[in-house]
């Protein structure tokens, strides 16, 4: 799977950098990359992060444990 992740200092929170940064680069990934899809492993409290992945059209698609730590996993489907 290819993935996608962003991260942000709390200072920058809720300007929708994160979503035009991560649309940009989706849309840059999907562009070069020629995949069918992207994904995300997000940490289910992070409410902020399912946010910016359901504005780009990701859904939800379960659950993983990484590193002990239970995350979704988000699916971004390619826009074409």
Do not use: M
């Amino acid at each position: 799977e290819t993935e996608r992740s962003w991260t942000l200092a709390s200072s920058f929170w809720g300007r929708g950098l994160a979503t035009e940064a991560t649309a940009l680069v989706r849309r840059w990934a999907f562009a070069t990359l020629r995949r069918d899809r992207l994904v995300s492993y997000i940490r289910t409290e992070n409410a902020r992060s399912r946010r910016v992945a359901e504005k780009l059209g990701a859904v939800c698609s379960g659950q993983i444990v990484l590193r002990g730590v239970v995350s979704d996993v988000w699916i971004h489907p390619s826009p074409g």
